[in-house]
């Protein structure tokens, strides 16, 4: 289990950016695949981006070209740099985390990070 803390979520107008962030308490973060996912009220949890530990990287079609994930790890952390939000962007945003061996199951969540896009 590995503990991880997002921040950055916020409310925005569409159109507009935010950055979210997650740190992750941990000493073995290169062996970590890291994930946003993202949920809305009555939907499952859908993954927006997944990062390896080299660095390759996946999204979902609905975020191709506007947002990107990184991994900086002399931080232990990610970013989702969201950019041209949209409203039905707005959703509760997970980071998610798994060591590499028991990829694509999740083994961590962080508690979640509000983003709210306005029209």
């Known amino acids: 289990q590995v503990e991880l803390s997002e921040s950055g979520g916020g409310s925005v107008q569409a159109g507009g950016s935010l950055r979210l962030s997650c740190a992750a308490l941990?000493?073995?973060?290169?062996?970590?695949?890291m994930s946003w996912y993202r949920q809305t009220p009555g939907h499952q949890r859908e993954l927006v981006a997944m990062?390896?530990?080299?660095?390759?990287?996946q999204y979902a079609d609905s975020v191709k070209g506007r947002f990107t994930i990184s991994r900086d790890h002399a931080k232990n952390t990610i970013y989702l740099q969201m950019n041209s939000l949209k409203p039905e962007d707005t959703a509760l945003y997970y980071c998610a985390a798994t060591p590499l061996t028991e990829y694509p199951q999740i083994t961590s969540w962080g508690q979640g990070t509000q983003v709210t896009v306005s029209a």
């Open positions: 990062i390896t530990s080299g660095g390759s990287t």
């Open positions: 941990v000493s073995t973060f290169s062996n970590l695949v």
